[in-house]
């Protein structure tokens, strides 16, 4: 059974950092990709940025590309997304996701979700 579940989030004010983790279990990770989503009040769900577990290959949305990192350790089959300089606009509830196989932008590519984790940024 797969597993994905993430921790991390919480309240922050402007400028701040949060690190999101994503622990995954029941996967052969070395033949997926794991990505992070957000969804903010209203607005639909988005990317934010993804890993392959096989070589650390990333992508990232413009919106927060040079704040955010991804990252995995694969000795703790745990994601991770490094956030910087936080914004109100960065305020959703974020989702870890895994990809078979490829390293994509479109959630509908994705096979697995994790139950998310509340980022709120105080202005």
């Known amino acids: 059974q797969v597993r994905l579940v993430e921790t991390g989030g919480g309240l922050v004010q402007a400028g701040g950092s949060l690190r999101l983790a994503c622990v995954a279990s029941?996967?052969?990770?070395?033949?997926?990709?794991m990505g992070w989503f957000r969804q903010g009040p209203g607005k639909e769900r988005e990317f934010v940025a993804a890993?392959?577990?096989?070589?650390?290959?990333?992508d990232y949305a413009d919106s927060v590309k040079g704040r955010f990192t991804i990252s995995r350790d694969t000795a703790k089959n745990t994601v991770y997304l490094q956030m910087n300089n936080l914004t109100p606009e960065d305020t959703a509830v974020y989702y870890c996701?895994?990809?078979?196989?490829?390293?994509?932008?479109?959630?509908?590519?994705?096979?697995?979700w994790g139950q998310g984790t509340q980022v709120t940024v105080s202005s």
């Open positions: 029941g996967l052969t990770f070395r033949r997926y990709a």
């Open positions: 996701a895994a990809d078979f196989d490829r390293l994509t932008r479109s959630a509908g590519e994705y096979d697995y």
């Open positions: 890993i392959r577990w096989s070589g650390g290959i990333t």
